[in-house]
C-alpha cells in the first residue's frame, strides 16, 4: 500500500487505524465517523499528506503532536470534536491555508501563530468566548467565518480593519454590530 494517494475510512468503528506510516504517498486522508477510535497514529512520515479531515470520531481527546510534522499539509477539518479541548499541534503547520474548526463545543481556545491561512472557517464552537488576539498575525488571511458561536461576545477591532478582508467588510461591521449589543 505504498503507493496509495488518497485514503477514505468512513464508518467504520475500528479500535485503531491501520499503518499509515508505510503510507509515504499519501496526499489525502480522510477518518469520518469512528466512535471506537481513541487515538490518532503518528503522522510523522506523512510529509506528502495535503489534506486531512478529521471528522466525527467522537472518543477522540487530543491530537497527535506528529501533526506538527505535516510540513505539505494545505488544509486540516476538524468536525465534531466533544473532548477535544485545545489544539496543540497545529500551531506549528506553517504551510497551512484552510483550517474548519467545526462543532468542537468544548473547544476554549484556539491558537493561530505562526500560520499562513488563507481561510479560517469556526462553526458552531458553543464555548469559545472570544477569538485569540494571534488573528491580528495572520497577514495572508482571506477569509473568516465564523458561525453558531454563541458565547462570542465581541471580535477584535482588528478584523474589521484586516487589510487582506476586502470582500464584504460591511457584513463584517454588521456582524460585529450584533454580537456587541
Request: proline letters at 6%.
Amino acid at each position: 500500500m505504498t503507493s496509495l494517494e488518497t485514503l477514505y475510512i468512513g464508518g467504520c468503528e475500528l479500535p485503531e487505524l491501520p499503518a499509515i506510516r508505510a503510507m509515504t504517498r499519501l496526499t489525502s486522508l480522510t477518518l469520518l465517523s469512528g466512535g471506537a477510535l481513541k487515538e490518532l497514529p503518528c503522522f510523522e512520515p506523512l510529509t506528502p499528506l495535503r489534506h486531512l479531515r478529521l471528522e466525527y470520531l467522537t472518543n477522540l481527546t487530543r491530537l497527535p503532536s506528529s501533526m506538527s510534522k505535516l510540513t505539505g499539509l494545505r488544509e486540516l477539518r476538524l468536525y465534531v470534536y466533544n473532548k477535544i479541548t485545545e489544539l496543540p499541534s497545529i500551531v506549528r503547520i506553517i504551510s497551512l491555508e484552510t483550517l474548519h474548526i467545526i462543532m468542537c463545543d468544548v473547544l476554549h481556545e484556539t491558537r493561530l501563530t505562526n500560520l499562513t491561512l488563507d481561510a479560517l472557517h469556526i462553526e458552531n464552537c458553543g464555548a469559545l468566548r472570544e477569538l485569540p488576539a494571534s488573528i491580528d498575525a495572520l497577514t495572508a488571511l482571506h477569509t473568516l467565518t465564523l458561525r453558531y458561536l454563541p458565547n462570542l461576545k465581541t471580535l477584535p477591532a482588528s478584523i474589521v480593519a484586516h487589510t487582506a478582508l476586502t470582500a464584504h467588510p460591511e457584513r463584517l461591521w454588521a456582524h460585529r454590530r450584533a454580537i456587541v449589543h
